[in-house]
């Protein structure tokens, strides 16, 4: 069974930082693409980083570029995202996401990151 687990969501004043980790239940060389997006209340789900295992390429949403940084630690199973001089919209639920050589997708249960002061 695939799972993803996010964790290190939590409040925030502008211009902090928060580290988001999402552990995978199986090794993170099984997916084809592992990433993040975001969202709030009464809007759609949108992209904010992906990593590409197979170009070694990361992307992200224009909002968060220079500010957020994906990466992933093969050793531990985990895909990480640093945000850095967050913002206030920046608040959001971010769910961790992957699709795996079979081409599924799979996602985490979201974890909640609000900035405010």
């Known amino acids: 069974q695939v799972s993803l687990v996010e964790s290190g969501g939590g409040s925030v004043q502008p211009g902090g930082s928060l580290r988001l980790s999402c552990a995978a239940s199986i090794s993170i060389n099984m997916y084809n693409r592992m990433g993040w997006y975001r969202q709030v209340p009464g809007k759609q789900r949108e992209l904010v980083a992906m990593?590409?295992?197979?170009?070694?390429?990361?992307s992200y949403a224009d909002s968060v570029k220079g500010r957020f940084t994906a990466g992933t630690d093969s050793a531990k199973n985990t895909v990480y995202l640093q945000m850095n001089r967050l913002k206030p919209e920046d608040t959001a639920v971010y769910y961790c996401?992957?699709?795996?050589?079979?081409?599924?997708?799979?996602w985490g249960q979201g974890t909640q990151v609000t900035v405010s002061s």
């Open positions: 990593i590409i295992s197979r170009v070694s390429a990361t």
């Open positions: 996401y992957a699709q795996d050589l079979g081409s599924l997708e799979h």
